[in-house]
């Protein structure tokens, strides 16, 4: 039992000189190690960047059949003609749709407050103080997939968006709230046009949310038509504001469970008994095109990214160590003379090269982090860049810098291998008479 005591001392005796020895030459050769802590970096921040993607590129296919918007709307032929909700609720059988976002657009007055005001390519004088009060609104559900937010037209920059049951609630244009002074949580009082003999009826509502942004307008020569005096509300609201006898819509969204699948689910809605001499489809699958596109080209780069580094940093490392052991031929020399074998000269090169490499981890995990951010900021358009940056943050970012140090440690065990190879077919008497 002794001897054997005496063995797993001396072999951890041996461990601790080995990690002694390594860490006394590195901070002697500290401008020679620095070069190489450098190129460690480098290409550690390089491969968590390229595996931090390919986990990105892995979980984009499957959130972009989940969220990115891919939709159709019946809509009338007419413009904003309403029609009855009915019709669309045939569509909404059809196995594949998804939800169903009724929507009907109105222009409504603004009480006590001012519409905001600008230059329209249309004039008129027909129109009364009435049309120089309106508002466009729109009653609808889920602002948030709406496609004026979802296309980028629109952004919330203040409170939330409207839920499916936000009864007296509703969403203003950052500019109204400016000309007004309003802010998240005022109210503010609407009213219909009075129609007829008809009298117009008022309504309060909360704001709960401010959005920024211009979308493309259409001009008739009130006020309603600038993207500045749209507003958001609930659909249920429609009824009381504006009151409408029956459920009518002059538009109705349907979600698609599979994006891929919506050319074969536009021709099954096309076959149904519908007025289609008054009602059209419109599709609206310019998310999840344009986010399907980019998470291919993803893909793409960050394997052609991922082959250049390997060759590119393998050669860097490779023609680094070759240099670093030449100049340490005379200490390699020396220690075989002595009687260290080849294998405890080589795993003191290697340890010595672990622990710079060890010193790059953290700089390059914040490093590869913020570059990482900045590529896919770019490399992603406005439509889908939040759902991208949003699947950065979910991605473990433990895993994909623990199998980008793995891969380091590989090339750093083949590289080293390479360039010591030359040495170890030398005899200790050869690599003498060379120092001689």
């Known amino acids: ?50 595996f931090s993607l390919m986990q990105v590129g892995e979980r984009l296919e499957d959130h972009i059949k989940q969220s990115a918007g891919t939709s159709f709307a019946l809509t009338s032929k007419q413009g904003a003609t309403p029609f009855a909700l ?57 602002t948030d997939q709406h496609l004026d937010f979802r296309s980028g037209s629109f952004q919330l920059v203040q409170g939330k968006h409207l839920s499916d049951k936000a009864r007296g609630q509703i969403l203003i244009h950052q500019e109204l709230a400016k000309k007004n002074k309003l802010k998240v949580g005022d109210s503010l009082t609407l009213s219909s046009f009075q129609m007829g003999e008809t009298p117009a009826k008022e309504q309060i509502f909360k704001i709960v949310g401010i959005f920024s942004g211009k979308k493309q307008e259409k001009f008739t020569g009130m ?76 893909e793409g780069l960050v394997r052609i990214m991922m082959i250049v580094l390997l060759v590119t940093g393998a050669g860097a490392l490779s023609l680094l160590l070759s240099l670093w052991t030449r100049e340490r031929i005379h200490e390699i020399g020396v220690l075989l003379s002595i009687g260290k074998s080849k294998g405890r000269i080589f795993r003191q090169f290697l340890l ?20 990482s951010h900045r590529f896919l900021e770019q490399f992603v358009g406005q439509t889908g860049q939040q759902q991208t940056l949003d699947l950065l943050n979910q991605v473990p970012q433990g895993l994909s810098l623990g199998i980008a140090y793995a891969s380091l440690l590989c090339l750093i065990l083949l590289s080293l291998g390479v360039t010591t190879s030359m040495i170890w077919r030398k005899t200790p008497k050869e690599i003498l008479t060379k120092m001689s």
């Open 1 to 50: 039992k002794r001897p054997h005591c005496i063995a797993v001392d001396l072999e951890m005796e041996g461990k601790i000189m080995l990690l002694q020895q390594a860490i006394a030459y590195i901070s002697r050769k500290r401008t020679r190690n620095l070069v190489l802590f450098l190129i460690l970096l480098l290409i550690l921040s390089c491969l968590y960047f390229c």
């Open 223 to 298: 006020t309603s038509d600038l993207s500045e005096n749209q507003v958001y509300l609930s659909y249920e609201d429609a009824t009381k504001l504006l009151g409408l006898g029956q459920q009518e819509v002059t538009q109705v969204t349907f979600g698609v469970k599979d994006p891929e699948k919506i050319d074969a689910l536009l021709k099954q809605v096309k076959s149904l008994d519908l007025d289609w001499q008054s009602l059209r489809v419109v599709e609206d699958r310019k998310a999840f095109d344009q986010m399907k596109e980019s998470s291919q080209t993803l």
């Open 86 to 142: 009915k019709e669309a609720k045939k569509v909404q059988q059809l196995a594949g749709v998804g939800a169903m976002v009724p929507q009907y657009e109105s222009p409504v007055r603004i009480l006590g407050k001012e519409a905001v005001t600008g230059q329209q390519s249309v004039e008129r004088d027909d129109l009364g103080q009435e049309a120089k009060q309106a508002l466009g609104a729109v009653f609808t559900q889920k």
């Open 352 to 371: 010595e090269v672990v622990l710079v490499s060890l010193l790059a981890v953290i700089p390059a995990f914040l490093f590869g982090r913020m570059v």
